[in-house]
Structure formats: C-alpha cells, structure tokens
C-alpha cells in the first residue's frame, strides 16, 4: 500500500520545523515541502538542505514573488485595504496565494493531504483552510499545531533540541517572525504584553525614527491605473519598486505600526508590523483618488476599501462578494494615473505635490483670488433647496408640538 503523502506549508522556522519531524512520525507519510517565495530574506537560505535533514522526501520552492505583487498586493492597494484603518495586510494577502500553491502542488505530487504551521487561535488558519477548502474541496487539511502535544514555544525549542532540528528561535529571544516584500508580522515574547513599548531589537528593517537621518528625503511615485510604475521618474518592474521603496522608507524611519487588532476568532491581539513600502503606497495612491475620483465615488470606495480589507483579513479572499468588489474598485482605477511627490522625515510621511492629467481640481474654481470662476451667486438657490428637507422637518415638528398642546 502507498504511503500517505502530505505536503507542508513549509517556512523553516520553529512550527514548520518541528511539524515535518512530528508528522512523519504520527502518520508515517511521506512529507513534501511547500515554500513559497515571497520576498523573505534568510529564511531562504539553506531551506531544502533543512527540510530534507528534518524529515521531508522533496522540498519545493517556488518564487512567487511578482504573482504576490501584481495579482495579490496590487489588488489590495487599488482597493485602499486597509485592516481596521491602519495595517496594509501584507501577510494577509499572502496566504491566499500560499494556498493556491499548496493547492497546486499536492495535484501535482498525488498528495492525500496538506498541512499548515497555523495555531487554533491564529487568523492564518481561516486564510490557508478557507482557500484550500475553496479551491479543491476534497483535499484533507492537517493542523498539527491544533492537536499536538506541545503546549508552548519552550516545549517545540525542546523538542527540535532533542531531535536535532535546526531553529534559529531561542528562549531568550521568542520573537514570531512573519516576512514579506510588503512587510513584516512581529509578535510573541515581551510584545504579548500591551504596555510594553516594543524592544528595538524587535523591528528588522526600519531605523528608529530618533536615529533617522536629520535631512527629509523626497520621493515620486508614478502610478498608471492605480498600479505604481515608477519611482522618481524611473519606470521599475513590481519587485524593484517595492525593494527601493522599503530601503528608503526603512532608512527614514517610516512604516512601523503598534497595533491592537481583532482576530478572525474574536480576540484581540497585540501585533508589531513593519511596512515601509506599503505605508508610502498607500498615501501615495490615497492621494491621487483624492485628486482625481469625484466626490461620490470617493466617498463610496472608502466603505468598499474598509469592506475589501475585511474579506481579505478574514480569509476570503477567492469569494464571490471579493471578486464583486474588485470589480468596482477596477473600475475607479481607469483614470488613476499620475505623480505624487512624499517627504520622508524621522518617521513621518508629509504630502509635497500630487499630479494628474485626470485631476478634477479647477485652480479657477478653487481659488479666492480675483481669478474665481466660481458663480457665488448660485448658492444661494442652493442653500434653500439643499437644506429644505431639514427646514421642512423642524416646521412639522413645530406644528405637532403646538396641536398637542392645544
């Protein structure tokens, strides 16, 4: 009888480490490794070396990391998604694609089954279980962490100490790290605790705003269609622009986020993220909708942005009500071309100049000077037949008052 074949959403780190070793063990299968490569640094490096030594018969890597930008990211920041008003999402938007590419894998390998280093109370969870279940509904899903016998980090580190596994955790310093092109996830450790101001050395790739340079530094984003194209006036492929981009926003001190957030599960959590190329987009293209979209577009699209980010955080992102939504939001990008010009200084991102051939902004109709286009007169039409369904409600009232009285 062939061996039942799994295949692991596979980082290298702690749980992912420890869960080749303990599910060869538990099922006798043969394991596979699934890395997806979107952007992470030195996790990469030595992965299928580790991922053999630990257990796996094959470690697969695939380089994902333009599909993540332009099919993935790219979506989200037309979308101006942003969690809870604040965090871009960057590891949220890669789990949908991470499940596509286990997805795909296991059809090729012939495998029974997937598994995943998500936690029971974590959001990842419902984003790898939901787009599997999504895209091959008959695919069995295997969450160790949800069933195995380990009851802290200590426990895994024991663990993978006794069975030679590789980690580069250690007690001293428990820091979570989840990594992307368009950010980083910090959790665990002293940061569990709410009123503890994060340790320097948890942040991996900004400046501190206090050690920023004392010289702001300019930047100029070009975006066609709401995608951005180029960076101060040179037109970069998606990889490049968000690499400089995390450089110069890293340097500068800009993109870091101390945030108390609601998981998918219903509790709270205490997150630190790190996202400098994302924080400039997002300003950047907020910016130019400003500019361009009219009024009750924009007003619109901020509801569809809040309603986008919540799909997305909650792990729905192959849904109908997603694909519906993005299909508006495309629609408001058809005009959304054009430059914006950002200061970066210790932290802070300060508009200079935004610019388009779509801007809706009339200096002659804006302008208080002797160059006013705007037809003042007209207002006051305006004002009456525009405040008359409130003037009409306040005389009814005042008339029911007086008869019951009467």
């Known amino acids: 009888m062939a061996k039942k074949k799994i295949v692991v959403a596979y980082s290298g780190g702690l749980d992912t480490s420890v869960m080749v070793k303990w599910l060869n063990d538990k099922y006798d299968a043969e394991i596979i490794t699934a890395t997806g490569n979107l952007g992470q640094r030195s996790e990469l490096e030595g992965l299928e070396e580790k991922a053999l030594k630990t257990g796996a018969v094959k470690a697969v890597i695939k380089d994902l990391r333009e599909e993540f930008l332009t099919e993935y990211v790219w979506k989200a920041l037309k979308a101006g998604a942003l969690y809870e008003g604040v965090y871009p999402m960057a590891c949220a938007i890669g789990r949908p694609l991470l499940a596509k590419m286990l997805v795909d894998i296991a059809r090729q390998e012939g495998a029974d089954a997937v598994s995943h280093g998500c936690t029971?109370?974590?959001n990842d969870q419902v984003r790898m279980e939901v787009g599997v279940q999504t895209l091959c509904p008959g695919l069995e899903i295997i969450a160790p962490l949800r069933d195995w016998e380990f009851k802290s980090r200590e426990e895994e580190i024991d663990y993978a100490i006794k069975n030679n596994i590789p980690v580069k955790v250690t007690k001293s310093s428990p820091y979570s790290i989840d990594e992307n092109l368009f950010g980083i996830a910090i959790e665990c450790g002293v940061l569990e605790d709410p009123t503890v101001a994060p340790p320097e050395d948890a942040y991996q790739i900004t400046t501190s705003p206090k050690n920023a340079p004392?010289?702001?530094e300019a930047v100029t984003i070009t975006f066609e269609k709401g995608v951005p194209v180029a960076l101060n006036g040179q037109k970069l492929g998606a990889i490049e622009l968000v690499e400089k981009l995390n450089l110069i926003g890293g340097r500068?001190?800009?993109g870091r986020m101390d945030?108390?957030?609601?998981?998918?599960v219903g509790i709270k959590s205490r997150e630190?993220?790190?996202?400098?190329?994302?924080?400039?987009?997002h300003k950047a293209h907020n910016e130019l909708e400003k500019l361009i979209l009219d009024k009750e577009t924009f007003r619109y699209k901020q509801d569809v942005a809040n309603r986008v980010a919540n799909l997305i955080y909650d792990g729905l992102w192959f849904s109908p009500l997603f694909d519906a939504l993005m299909a508006f939001v495309d629609s408001t990008q058809e005009t959304l071309s054009g430059d914006v010009k950002l200061e970066l200084y210790k932290g802070g991102i300060k508009v200079l100049s935004r610019s388009s051939n779509y801007s809706l902004y009339s200096v002659e109709l804006a302008t208080y000077t002797d160059q006013d286009q705007f037809d003042h007169k007209s207002s006051g039409g305006f004002m009456k037949i525009y405040g008359l369904p409130y003037k009409t409600l306040t005389q009814v009232k005042q008339s029911a008052s007086k008869k019951e009285v009467a």
Do not use: S
């Open 259 to 264: 945030q108390i957030e609601n998981r998918v």
């Open 120 to 122: 029971g109370k974590g």
């Open 272 to 281: 630190i993220y790190e996202a400098p190329a994302a924080v400039i987009l």
């Open 252 to 254: 500068n001190g800009a």
């Open 214 to 216: 004392e010289t702001p």
